[in-house]
């Protein structure tokens, strides 16, 4: 809880906003300095409170908006009696909603203004609340609204096998312009190639990447907008997209040791779906299907094998069913298919004598 004690203030009026930028948001957060009684009077009426009578509950509904707008406003706050009523006793349930009061004092028949001020750092609905103790009650503001991103989407990242992928983005907020934004991709996982502009009546900015990392499988990826303004450039809120490779999987370990007696286990990871599909259709099992060793530049003319299939995170695991030394029995590079993904590894033979 936040408690705000106050000055005298009549001519002037500060709300101060802290922080010149916002790391949540992006969005810049100047100072707002109401300097007369008219600038006052310009806000919107959130609200009126009669000191004596009616209810102590007020629901203040700020409706829907994009993430880094400030809601500014007043509740009108009449003293109904016959005595000075103070008004210095507020409390606010988050240090991002403020209360301000034009005066500490409502003379009696006199109504001041109470300015509020909402300034959430997250998308999504927010509730705040104000308690205000007045004549020995306390009134209570119910503050609640739901800020939206600027930019959006709802793709995923399909990776093709040459490592590229489009995505549209959809920019919801009209203050922003698209040549005011730019796209970088967290993670170095990929990097963003190019982006275009598609049009007025549902704008949309679509952008092609490429990927950097082909060695990694991530099932997200995070495009981080930004923002360029007269005074600098901001972040805005990133966005998480889930992502697909396309006929790409990576095997590990790179090398695979065959020894005697011993089941052949690699993992796969990238889009392993198909095989994820087929093993399902056969208890559990998958087909490795011509099965060939590279070596000396020579290729032999192939085998086919069971795999036991084990889903695991991002991949799956598979083990070689029956006698690894019949299917592999050389060192060499093995270029297979299985449930048509395309795999390839290097194996080597140990020997009983090399275990020892």
């Known amino acids: 809880m936040h408690v705000f004690l106050r000055s005298v203030i009549r001519a002037a009026v500060c709300i101060v906003v802290a922080l010149a930028s916002d790391e949540a948001t992006g969005m810049e957060q100047k100072t ?13 009426v959130f609200g009126k409170i009669q000191v004596y009578g009616g209810s ?10 994009f993430i880094g707008n400030i809601y500014q406003g007043r509740v009108l706050i009449e003293n109904n009696g016959k005595q000075t009523v103070l008004l210095d006793k507020l409390t606010s349930s988050c240090g991002c909603t403020l209360a301000q009061p034009s005066s500490p004092e409502i003379l009696p028949g006199e109504t001041q203004n109470l300015l509020i001020q909402v300034a959430k750092k997250s998308i999504g609905v927010f509730k705040e609340k104000i308690d205000i103790q007045l004549a020995g009650r306390v009134h209570q503001l119910r503050i609640s609204g739901e800020l939206l991103p600027q930019i959006s989407s709802s793709d995923e990242v399909v990776f093709a096998k040459n490592g590229s992928s489009e995505i549209d983005l959809q920019l919801h907020d009209d203050r922003i312009k698209p040549e005011q934004l730019s796209f970088a991709i967290a993670g170095e996982i990929a990097s963003v190639e190019s982006s275009r502009y598609l049009g007025h009546g549902d704008p949309c900015i679509r952008l092609t990447l490429k990927r950097v990392d082909v060695a990694r499988f991530t099932d997200r990826i995070v495009v981080v907008p930004q923002l360029k303004t007269e005074s600098g450039a901001f972040d805005l809120v990133p966005i998480t997209l889930n992502t697909r490779f396309v006929g790409m999987v990576r095997v590990v370990p790179s090398t695979v040791f065959v020894r005697p007696g011993i089941p052949v286990r690699i993992f796969l990871f990238g889009d392993v779906e198909a095989i994820v599909s087929e093993s399902k259709t056969h208890e559990g099992f998958a087909r490795l299907s011509a099965v060939r060793l590279e070596k000396d530049s020579a290729v032999d003319e192939g085998k086919d094998a069971r795999v036991l ?15 690894p030394n019949k299917l592999f029995d050389s060192d060499g590079i093995i270029s297979a298919t299985c449930a048509g993904v395309d795999l390839r590894f290097r194996v080597r033979i140990l020997r009983k004598e090399e275990e020892e």
């Open 32 to 44: 707002v300095t109401l300097k007369t009684d008219l600038e006052v009077e310009q806000l919107s």
């Open 56 to 65: 102590t509950n007020h629901d203040i509904n700020l409706k829907t908006d």
């Open 309 to 323: 299939v084990d889903p695991i995170k991002n991949g799956v695991a598979l083990t070689v069913d029956g006698d």
